[in-house]
C-alpha cells in the first residue's frame, strides 16, 4: 500500500515558483511526493528542508545531499533555522493534516474502520494519546472539544455519554468509540459522517493541529525573504480559515491594518483570490483531494 499520495502535486510545486539555487522547506514530508517533485526543479546548490513530527515518515527520504530531514513539529521552524544558521528561506509548502498512512496503519488508531487502541499522536514520543483525553477531560471540555474540532451539533449529549460510559469500563480502543457514539446516537453513530467528525476532533485535540500552524503561521513573515513564496494545502475549514486569514491580512482575524494614509501594509501578497480544488480527474483517481483547498502568497517586499 502507498505511503500517501501527493494532492495537486504539479500545482502546488509550481507556485513555489523554485529559484534553482534557493532554499526551500517542505514542512510535512509525508509520503515525499512534494519533497521529489521540489527537488527535481532545485539545481545543486539548492537546499531542501524536510520536516515532519512522524517518524515513520524519513523512511519515504530521498538519498539527496541536497536534503537536509529534520524530525520536528514545523511550530519550532524558526528554532531550526537559527540552529543550521539560515536566514531565510526562498519557499514553504505545508501540506496539512495527516497522511493515508495514518489511516492504513492499524496501530495507530486513526481510523473508526480499523480496532486498535485509541493513540492517533502523529509524533510516537508526543504527550496525550486520544484515549487519556477521553478518559480524563471534563464533560465540559469534551463537549466544547467534539464540537469545535468536530462540529458535532450533538456534541453535549455526546460528552455526556462518554463520561457515563467511562465510570464504568475504560474507552481505550477505537471499536470502543464507536460503540459509544452507537450509544449516544443510535444507528446514525455508525454513519461514516458522524465517526469521521468524531474521529477528526479527537485527531486534531490529540496533535494540537491548530495551536502548531498558528505557530507557524505566525513566524513566516521573519523567516520567508521577500518575494518568497508560501504555498499551503488544507484539508478542513478549521485549519483553511487560519491560512486565509494570515496569508490575506497577517492576523488570524483577517482584520487589514491600514497606516495614516490609508495603505495596507501585509507581510504576504495572495497569488489567487480564493482557492484552488483538485480537477475531475483527481478526485477521481485520489480521493484525499476532495476536500482539498490550496492557497499561496508571496512575501511582500518592502524594501
Ligand atoms: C498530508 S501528509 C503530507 C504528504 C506529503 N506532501 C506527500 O507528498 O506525501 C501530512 C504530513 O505532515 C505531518 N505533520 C502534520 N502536522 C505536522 C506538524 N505540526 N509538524 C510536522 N509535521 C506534521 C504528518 O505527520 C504527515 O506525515
Redesign the pocket.
Known amino acids: 500500500m502507498a ?2 499520495e ?1 494532492v495537486l502535486l504539479a500545482r502546488s510545486v509550481e507556485l513555489l515558483s523554485i529559484r534553482p539555487d534557493g532554499f526551500y522547506a517542505d ?8 519533497t521529489r517533485a521540489i527537488l527535481e526543479q532545485l539545481g545543486e546548490k539548492g537546499c531542501l528542508f524536510c ?4 517518524e515513520d ?1 524519513f523512511a519515504n527520504l530521498p538519498d539527496d545531499p541536497r536534503v537536509t530531514p529534520i524530525h ?4 519550532h521552524l524558526g528554532r531550526w533555522l537559527r540552529y543550521l544558521e539560515v536566514a531565510h528561506l526562498d519557499g514553504v509548502l505545508m ?5 493515508s498512512h495514518h489511516f492504513d496503519e492499524q496501530a495507530r488508531g486513526f481510523s473508526y474502520r480499523l480496532d486498535a487502541p485509541l493513540d492517533m499522536r ?1 509524533n510516537q514520543q508526543g504527550t496525550s494519546t486520544a484515549e487519556e483525553i477521553l478518559a480524563t477531560y471534563s464533560e465540559e471540555a469534551l463537549a466544547e472539544l467534539f464540537l469545535r474540532y468536530g462540529e458535532l451539533r450533538a456534541a453535549a449529549k455526546f460528552a455526556r455519554t462518554i463520561v457515563s460510559e467511562r465510570a464504568t469500563h475504560p474507552i481505550a480502543t477505537t471499536s470502543e468509540l464507536v460503540a459509544v457514539a452507537q450509544k449516544a446516537f443510535g444507528t446514525a453513530g455508525s454513519t461514516p459522517k458522524l465517526l469521521g467528525c468524531i474521529f477528526q476532533a479527537l485527531r486534531i485535540e490529540v ?1 494540537q ?1 491548530l495551536e ?1 500552524l498558528q505557530r507557524l503561521l505566525l513566524q513566516l513573515p521573519e523567516l520567508v525573504a521577500p518575494r518568497g513564496r508560501v504555498v499551503v494545502l488544507a484539508y478542513h475549514s478549521l485549519e483553511d480559515r487560519l491560512v486565509k486569514n494570515f496569508l490575506r491580512a497577517g492576523n488570524f482575524d483577517g482584520r487589514l491594518e491600514r497606516d495614516v494614509y490609508g495603505n495596507t501594509q501585509t507581510p504576504f501578497r495572495l497569488l489567487s483570490k480564493g482557492t484552488e480544488r483538485a480537477g475531475d480527474a483527481e478526485q477521481e483517481e485520489n480521493s484525499r483531494s476532495h476536500s482539498v483547498r490550496l492557497r499561496a502568497a508571496e512575501r511582500t517586499d518592502f524594501s
Open positions: 505511503y500517501h501527493p514542512l510535512t514530508l509525508g509520503g515525499g511526493g512534494h520536516l515532519d513530527r512522524d515518515a520536528a513539529n514545523y511550530a501540506d496539512l493534516g495527516v497522511s502523529m496533535n493541529e502548531s
